[in-house]
Structures are given as structure tokens and as C-alpha cells.
């Protein structure tokens, strides 16, 4: 076996996930090779030195510096990064090679929090499109959408006062088609939501609505579920879901009205 080969398999090895044959070949070649034996002698004061720190928060500004390197693919500034943050210096021959590690794991800790990141921010958002979706087929089911029925958006903010946690601004849309049918409340992502129901032809477009104070102000975001089209965005501290069996270009329409 040769160095870079044992080199390659270094990690595997301390942590005794290669296949007896090769486990014994690297052991025969790091007995020879006192290169390969530092090096393992680093990862192994590697190994202990991290699990004595213990899992810190990493420094805010290493993430896009991590992204920026992994972006050129240069990595001599993250592992200068990884070596002044994690590991005191150390004259040893094999410590290129265990920054790199560093370096790595630095990588991967944050690309697997990033994924995890993801993930549950997508599975909230699918939460709530199923959630937004329930609550309008329920309200096309019932007897009637709304609570308060009235086309007079004069009528309808004030009784939003005092049920919900959002009086939310109405208005009567008919002159652009869109005329409003009236509001309820409804609860939808664990929390009591406004609705604001209007009409397009024969088609019923619930607008769902909840205070989301701190959220900052997000795109437009169209998405369908079960064949109804959704569109859902952030302004002002209001989070806002439309929802209909009408086609996003519509439904866009009303959007750009409320
Ligand atoms: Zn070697």
C-alpha cells in the first residue's frame, strides 16, 4: 500500500469501518511509515481535542467563508479559518493534513445543519399549505364560507376586532372582479387565522391571514396541492395565504389588490 492510499483511508480506519484485509494492509504499511503514523497521531489528538470542546456554536462569520472556499475551491483560507478557531498550532509534519480534516468536518457539520435547516423549514411550509388547504375545502363544505357575510369591508374589520389577533385591512374588490363575500376565523397552523373570503366567477378564494411580527417581507410564492392553487407571502408583520380552485394568474390578480 502506499502513502496517498493509506492517507485515504487513515479515517476510516481510526474509526474501524474498513473490511479486515485493508485494515490489516494499513496496519503493515503504518508500522513501516512514520509519515502515515503521525498522521494518525494527529487525527487521534484531533479526535480528543474536539471531543473535549464539545460541539460549540460555530463563529457566525465562518459560514460564508465556508461557502465562499467551497465556491473557489480554495482551501488554504477556511483551513487558516478552522486552524485559528478549533486547534492551537502545532510543529508537527501532519498538520497540512489535519487542518484539512478540520476543514472538512467544519464543511460538513455546516452543509448537514444547512440540510437540516432545510428540511424543517420545508416541512413547515408543507404543514402549513396542507393546513391552509383543509381549512378551504371545510369552508366550501359548510353551509356557508363566512362568519360575517356582507360585501361592506366597513362591516367585516370590525367584527375581525376583539375574535382574532389580526383586524386585517378589507377591501371590497368587485369593481376588479373580485367581490367580497365576508370573513371568519379559522384556525390553521396551530393558530387562529383571519379569513377574508371574495368570489371570482363561481370560484371561492379564501385569504387566510395571521400577524407574524419579525418576519421580514417575503416574495411571492405560488404552489399547487391537491389541485388548488396556493400563493403565500410575508408583508408588513402579516403572513398571507390565498387559496382556490382558480388559476395562479388570477389568484395572482387578487394578490396584487389586497
Ligand atoms: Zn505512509
Redesign the pocket.
Given at each position: 500500500m502506499d502513502?496517498d492510499r493509506?492517507c485515504d483511508l487513515l479515517g476510516a480506519y481510526r474509526d474501524g469501518e474498513l473490511g479486515v484485509d485493508e485494515s490489516a494492509g494499513l496496519a503493515a504499511?503504518i508500522a513501516g511509515?512514520k509519515?502515515?503514523r503521525d498522521t494518525l497521531a494527529e487525527y487521534d489528538r484531533l479526535g480528543r481535542a474536539l471531543a473535549a470542546e464539545g460541539r460549540r456554536p460555530m463563529p457566525l462569520s465562518l459560514g460564508p467563508k465556508v461557502r465562499r472556499t467551497l465556491d473557489t475551491e480554495d482551501a488554504d483560507g477556511i483551513a487558516a479559518e478552522a486552524r485559528s478557531w478549533r486547534m492551537p498550532r502545532t510543529r508537527s509534519g501532519a498538520m497540512a493534513f489535519a487542518s484539512r480534516a478540520a476543514m472538512l468536518l467544519v464543511a460538513c457539520s455546516l452543509s448537514a445543519g444547512t440540510s437540516w435547516f432545510l428540511a424543517t423549514r420545508g416541512d413547515r411550509i408543507e404543514q402549513i399549505e396542507r393546513d391552509v388547504v383543509s381549512a378551504h375545502v371545510r369552508s366550501l363544505l359548510a353551509d356557508s364560507p363566512v362568519q360575517v357575510a356582507t360585501s361592506d369591508q366597513h362591516t367585516v374589520r370590525p367584527w375581525f376586532a376583539g375574535r382574532s389577533d389580526l383586524a386585517p385591512d378589507v377591501k371590497d374588490l368587485a369593481s376588479q372582479g373580485f367581490p367580497l363575500v365576508g370573513g371568519r376565523l379559522d384556525y390553521v397552523d396551530g393558530r387562529r387565522a383571519s379569513v377574508l373570503v371574495y368570489k371570482r366567477r363561481l370560484h371561492t378564494i379564501n385569504v387566510f391571514l395571521w400577524p407574524s411580527p419579525g418576519n421580514a417581507d417575503s416574495a411571492l410564492r405560488a404552489t399547487t396541492r391537491n389541485g388548488y392553487t396556493l400563493l403565500a407571502y410575508t408583508r408588513g408583520g402579516v403572513t398571507t395565504w390565498l387559496a382556490s380552485d382558480l388559476n395562479t394568474e388570477e389568484l395572482k390578480t387578487l394578490a396584487s389588490l389586497l
Amino acid at each position: 500500500m502506499d502513502c496517498d492510499r493509506a492517507c485515504d483511508l487513515l479515517g476510516a480506519y481510526r474509526d474501524g469501518e474498513l473490511g479486515v484485509d485493508e485494515s490489516a494492509g494499513l496496519a503493515a504499511h503504518i508500522a513501516g511509515c512514520k509519515t502515515c503514523r503521525d498522521t494518525l497521531a494527529e487525527y487521534d489528538r484531533l479526535g480528543r481535542a474536539l471531543a473535549a470542546e464539545g460541539r460549540r456554536p460555530m463563529p457566525l462569520s465562518l459560514g460564508p467563508k465556508v461557502r465562499r472556499t467551497l465556491d473557489t475551491e480554495d482551501a488554504d483560507g477556511i483551513a487558516a479559518e478552522a486552524r485559528s478557531w478549533r486547534m492551537p498550532r502545532t510543529r508537527s509534519g501532519a498538520m497540512a493534513f489535519a487542518s484539512r480534516a478540520a476543514m472538512l468536518l467544519v464543511a460538513c457539520s455546516l452543509s448537514a445543519g444547512t440540510s437540516w435547516f432545510l428540511a424543517t423549514r420545508g416541512d413547515r411550509i408543507e404543514q402549513i399549505e396542507r393546513d391552509v388547504v383543509s381549512a378551504h375545502v371545510r369552508s366550501l363544505l359548510a353551509d356557508s364560507p363566512v362568519q360575517v357575510a356582507t360585501s361592506d369591508q366597513h362591516t367585516v374589520r370590525p367584527w375581525f376586532a376583539g375574535r382574532s389577533d389580526l383586524a386585517p385591512d378589507v377591501k371590497d374588490l368587485a369593481s376588479q372582479g373580485f367581490p367580497l363575500v365576508g370573513g371568519r376565523l379559522d384556525y390553521v397552523d396551530g393558530r387562529r387565522a383571519s379569513v377574508l373570503v371574495y368570489k371570482r366567477r363561481l370560484h371561492t378564494i379564501n385569504v387566510f391571514l395571521w400577524p407574524s411580527p419579525g418576519n421580514a417581507d417575503s416574495a411571492l410564492r405560488a404552489t399547487t396541492r391537491n389541485g388548488y392553487t396556493l400563493l403565500a407571502y410575508t408583508r408588513g408583520g402579516v403572513t398571507t395565504w390565498l387559496a382556490s380552485d382558480l388559476n395562479t394568474e388570477e389568484l395572482k390578480t387578487l394578490a396584487s389588490l389586497l
